[in-house]
Each structure stands twice: as structure tokens, then as C-alpha cells.
């Protein structure tokens, strides 16, 4: 975004959360110990479903149904109007958009039937630089 002309500064994880987190007093020298050595992450576990013979993510969960199209979507959404490719948040969304009956990606690009449930740009009609620059 910065190369055409949008200002952007995205900070690293740990640097962003050593941030939030700075005045706690607990000292936290990976990404990891952040998220570990925080009281407010404790309890925090993939939500299960029980089923004859064992246990299925629950996709109605908020995990799934605020987390993908309201995070995910949204860096997808950028990546694609700036041209970066993102194999691994592809793979994530389609995985998670197959079980929860969605459809955002459509042959790699943001922009299916559900675009309108996320907080991508495309949704609201933004699909290049030139019309983020304008948002």
C-alpha cells in the first residue's frame, strides 16, 4: 500500500502486542509468552461440537462467524486489490467457508456471494488502490 501512495504502517505482532501489553508488569519476551502468560487468553480453546464418536469444530461459533469475514476477509481483500498472493489465509477461508456454508473466495479472489457478510473493502465496492485512496 505504502508503494502507491497509501500510507500504511503495520507493526510486527509481538512489537504490537509487547505494546498493549507493556503496563501489566509480566515480563514477555516471545510471541508465544504473550499469549501464555496472559490471563485474558487463559480458557481460550477451539470450540467443539460433541458428535457420535468424538468431537467437530463448531463453525456457528464466533471463532468462525466473526473471525473469517471480519479478519481474514479483510487482509484477503486488501492482498488482492495490491496483487499479493496469500496462500495460507486462501487455505484457512476455504477450509472454514466449506463447513460454515459460505462462499467469500472464489477462484483465489475475494468476491463471492457472502462478500457482503465481511468487512473486506470489496464490500463496499473498493476493489482498487485508486478507490481506497478515495475511501
Not at 502507491?4 to 516471545?30: H, K, Q
Not at 492482498?79 to 484457512?92: F, L
Not at 479472489?109 to 457478510?117: F, N, P, S
Request: with cysteine; proline share 6%.
Amino acid at each position: 500500500l505504502t508503494q502507491e501512495g497509501l500510507p500504511c504502517n503495520i507493526p510486527r505482532l509481538y512489537d504490537f502486542y509487547s505494546w498493549v501489553y507493556a503496563d501489566d508488569g509480566i515480563r514477555r519476551d516471545t510471541l508465544k509468552e504473550i499469549f501464555s502468560k496472559n490471563d485474558g487468553y487463559k480458557g481460550f480453546f477451539c470450540p467443539f461440537t460433541p458428535v457420535e464418536n468424538g468431537f467437530v469444530p463448531d463453525f456457528g461459533h464466533r471463532y468462525f462467524t466473526e473471525d473469517i469475514p471480519f479478519g481474514l476477509c479483510v487482509y484477503k481483500g486488501l492482498a488482492d486489490i495490491v496483487g499479493v498472493d496469500t496462500p495460507m489465509i486462501d487455505t484457512i477461508i476455504g477450509w472454514a467457508q466449506a463447513h460454515m456454508g459460505k462462499e467469500y473466495v472464489v477462484d483465489g479472489r475475494l468476491g463471492g456471494k457472502d462478500v457482503g457478510e465481511t468487512s473486506a473493502p470489496q464490500r463496499f465496492g473498493k476493489t482498487s488502490v485508486a478507490d481506497l485512496k478515495g475511501y
